[in-house]
Antibody, heavy 124, light 112 residues
Framework: QVQLQESGPGLVEPSQTLSLTCTVS??????????WTWIRQLPGGGLEWIAY???????YYNPSLRTRVTISVDTSKNEFYLKLSSATAADTAVYYC????????????????WGQGALVTVSS | DIVMTQSPLSLPVIPGEPASISCRSS???????????LNWYFQKPGQSPQLLIY???NRASGVPDRFSGSGSGTDFTLKISRVEAADVGIYFC?????????FGQGTRLEIK
């Protein structure tokens, strides 16, 4: 059973870069039907999709965050990463990594499973 | 961006009674291949969201048949036939028909 685990600093200073790692266990990250995803949950409870990446390198970003976000993958480590530059207090959130399944026929897609989440606070 | 609007935002329910949550999208979620890409997620207090329903009406693995999804185009509904204490939490709808993927604001279900 695939499991995902976020890791990284829980406190980031304003204007610095927020960096997180997602470690995938129980299955290979190098599967054609999956995109590896970052989603955050803001303090008010809303969910915001940030970006996802295919192991072959195809990337999709949320346009609202595109200029500050970098997502990458390391298949040898079965990990993928998030970097969010120029962090502000508005980036304070619980950051989740999750797997996006994309049925090749286009019949369905979904996020499952999710990591437990990493709370990142942007503050001096 | 497609805006997903849920109602109600708060839903107090007596155990054993049914519950219904509405999700409306600002444009049709009918994909070019004829499928409708609308999912529902459930987040228990203190936990990560978990997949509940995919492609409008398909229950995810392990989801009890008390849960059902329906709808088409821009108008969707999640129904719980008989609410139990374990159903307390937040329910989100989500589309994945285009970038960016967006979620509804969430509906908080509580036991009355």
């Amino acid at each position: 059973q695939v499991q995902l685990q976020e890791s990284g600093p829980g406190l980031v200073e304003p204007s610095q870069t927020l960096s997180l790692t997602c470690t995938v266990s129980g299955g290979s990250i190098s599967r054609n039907e999956f995109y590896w995803t970052w989603i955050r949950q803001l303090p008010g409870g809303g969910l915001e999709w940030i970006a996802y990446i295919h192991y072959r390198g195809t990337i999709y970003y949320n346009p609202s965050l595109r200029t500050r976000v970098t997502i990458s993958v390391d298949t040898s480590k079965n990990e993928f990463y998030l970097k969010l530059s120029s962090a502000t207090a508005a980036d304070t959130a619980v950051y989740y990594c999750t797997r996006f399944y994309h049925d090749l026929s286009g019949a369905s897609n979904w996020f499952d499973p999710w990591g437990q989440g990493a709370l990142v606070t942007v503050s001096s | 961006d497609i805006v997903m609007t849920q109602s109600p935002l708060s839903l107090p329910v007596i155990p054993g009674e049914p519950a219904s949550i509405s999700c409306r999208s600002s444009q049709s979620l009918l994909y070019k291949n004829g499928y409708t890409l609308l999912n529902w997620y459930f987040q228990k207090p203190g936990q990560s969201p978990q997949l509940l329903i995919y492609s409008v009406s398909n229950r995810a693995s392990g989801v009890p048949d008390r849960f059902s999804g329906s709808g088409s185009g821009t108008d969707f509904t999640l129904k719980i036939s008989r609410v139990e204490a374990a159903d307390v939490g937040i329910y989100f709808c989500m589309h994945a028909i285009q970038i960016p993927i967006t979620f509804g604001q969430g509906t908080r279900l509580e036991i009355k």
